[in-house]
């Protein structure tokens, strides 16, 4: 139940996001008004799932053929469109530095700086939440904020045309499915399940 629920969830979460991808390439604006904070959040998130995932194939040979698709649809979304998303995002926040810099050198040089920060908060966070995942006063908030900064964003630019609805709702689920399941399932809250997670 949890691979194939887990696969389809990301599976959509795939197709919102090539049409995500798509408005934020054809339109500056609308990738200015995603926020990076959300999308780190969703990352770091996403990227701690996929080493539990990981961790628990490559040491158990009956979980490896059931969590071996999900784990691999989460490495494509998380590493191929979410880091692409920051790409449009930093793009689009620095539309005017590329267009009049003809130094293509400087270019990728800030663009690496770039992320070079995001992969360094992405350590970060997991060594965070590697270490907080028996805390669920601190591990539980966590997975309740992720779209905070997205309504701060909005606010500020007084607009909300970015993310989309069905963007919104699918990484909203995929970024709950996993700690819903478990409370459901085990009758114990994910930060407690320690020993499950192979952590």
């Not at 692409?84 to 293509?104: A, C, D, G, L, T």
Request: charged share 10%; proline share 5%.
């Amino acid at each position: 139940m949890y691979s194939y629920g887990f696969a389809l969830i990301l599976l959509l979460c795939i197709i919102v996001s090539v049409k995500e991808l798509k408005m934020s390439n054809q339109f500056s604006e609308y990738a200015k008004h995603v926020s990076i904070f959300s999308l780190l959040i969703n990352s770091i998130w996403n990227h701690f799932i996929f080493l539990i995932q990981f961790f628990v194939v490559m040491r158990s040979a009956k979980l490896r053929f059931i969590l071996s698709i999900p784990t691999i649809l989460l490495f494509l979304y998380t590493n191929v469109f979410l880091a692409q998303s920051f790409i449009y995002s930093w793009k689009s926040r620095n539309i005017e530095f590329i267009v009049n810099n003809i130094n293509s050198q400087e270019i990728r040089a800030s663009l690496f700086k770039f992320n070079c920060k995001i992969y360094l908060a992405i350590l970060t966070g997991l060594i965070f939440l590697f270490n907080v995942i028996v805390i669920p006063s601190v591990l539980l908030p966590f997975l309740c904020i992720l779209w905070i900064p997205q309504i701060f964003e909005n606010i500020i630019n007084s607009s909300s045309k970015a993310p989309s609805i069905p963007y919104l709702l699918c990484v909203s689920i995929e970024h709950l499915y996993i700690p819903v399941l478990l409370s459901i399932t085990l009758g114990i809250p994910l930060p407690h399940r320690r020993q499950f997670l192979g952590a």
